[in-house]
């Protein structure tokens, strides 16, 4: 079995898919899934009344044709010897190609040529493959096929009790370098997170050919989740954590390598695919100060229906995560209300993630219905806690720490290098900055809600304990390049919060009861 990657720009699930082999000519053509041949995919965008051929990789006689005019997306699919990863960096080659590591695509008119590099290039290639395996995929057992992956809904092999179910958006992320020039030419307003259409998303992905951007399975819970699932992954400290994420994704190869790459982070996507669906997507632009301009394509992300498979899940499972950026259609809504009436029904911790200020503005009275009626725990930064309280700016993290602690039994906030607050029943305890050297602050809440959530599940009951944990994974995605926390840091984290953990403040059972005893 070959394992694949699949980078597409734009929805192509009504769109000509062909596969062209690599074989040599005259040579046979392997199957769609073969364990020796790699194989190339062309993916035609978007489409219009005017088909034109695209030649075959090697000349052969059987061209390509679509009913597209615009532009063209080849990806070379490996086989597993070739130790090649679905989320690599691309950069700009020659006649317009972006090449990465795992896979050469290109973007093009007729006449445009498919190259998958040789010689030096392989060398650079391969480099820059081992690099992004260390970060992103360091265990090969991790590894799963990714047929296999798309099935973890409805598999007799998945643990009958969960330990966290993350309820959330499932979006890949294109994250790409650009100057302030390139914001200004489209008019987006440097630092702010903005929903867009299929029409802009296209607009931006036309404007950045030529950057060097790079894909990965991305969203915010699903961030919190993975770390978790890492720190969780061995028995230090209990039993290895089972977690798994419910959310929306087509049945678009962005779908597929969505469920991927979670399933290889040892994360299991409960939810089927949405047949003809598109999967969301989020456009990152990082200037060089470090500020980051997102643009977010739900696709059908933001609909998470409640069904058989999302009710017995949420039924057995210990703590229920909802992302506030699910609050952005109302549909939605409905499904976060029923699956927090069964979680508190089945004695499980509810938690809440605050996700944006401009979210919680948007759907402020939605956010404390289900926070006032449900939450047990709500995560937010500093901004998020005051847009919470209808706090001023001026108002210090530690008032709207206080504040949110008299509405929900334990409220998480974090103010970035000054430190966080966990606030129980109307006081704060301040948590200090874990010292670090700054290289990507991207995900840094996302890590630091993991490690509440671990020392939560670990039966901890001190709040500074689980307070200097959570810091202490933070600053470790800090001090790294990427969102995602390494599962050799996690073995590490864990380890360490293990043999220094006092026996005397654990308990053995989690629930509701459990946090409101802090």
Known sequence: MSHTCSFVVGPISSLPHK?????????????????TFPRISFFLYPPTTSPFPLPHPHGHSNSITSTSSASAFAFLHHPPAAKRLSSASMTRGPHGFLRASSCCSFRGDTGAQFETGSGADDEQDKGAADEEEEEEDDDDDLIVEEEEAGRDFGSSLLPERWD???????????????????????????????????EERGRVLRAMDGCSYKAAAGGSLSNSLVALARLGSRSIGGSPLNVAMAGSVGSDPLGSFYRSKLRRANLHFLSAPIKDGTTGTVI?????????????????????????????????????????????????????????????????????????????????DDFWEIVGNYADIVFANSDEARAFCHFSSKESPISATRYLSHFVPLASVTDGPRGSY????????????SPCVPVDTCGAGDAY?????????????DLKGIGTLAARVAATVVGQQGTRLRIQDAVELAESFAFNLDSSTIRSDIGSDHISSF
Do not use: W
């Open 19 to 35: 596969i062209a082999t690599t074989s040599p000519p005259h040579v046979s053509s392997p199957p769609l899934y073969s364990p």
């Open 164 to 198: 966290v179910l993350g309820l959330g958006q499932a979006m890949v992320d294109f994250s790409g370098i650009v100057d302030d020039e390139f914001l200004e030419k489209l008019g987006l307003e440097k630092g702010t997170r903005k929903v867009v259409n299929h």
């Open 422 to 433: 966990i606030g129980v029943k109307g006081e704060a305890v301040y948590i200090p900055p």
């Open 449 to 461: 809600a993991s490690g509440v959530l671990y020392g939560i599940l670990r039966g901890v009951s």
């Open 284 to 364: 990152v632009l990082t200037t060089s100060d470090a500020q980051r301009t997102m643009l977010a394509y739900q696709g059908t992300s933001s609909t998470v229906n409640y069904d058989p498979c999302l009710v017995s899940t949420v039924c057995n499972t210990k703590i229920l995560v909802v992302e506030g950026y699910l609050f952005e259609l109302p549909d939605t809504i409905k499904t976060i209300t029923k699956a927090c009436e069964e979680a508190r029904r089945s004695g499980a911790v509810v938690a809440v993630t605050a996700s944006d200020v401009s979210c919680i503005e948007r759907h402020y």
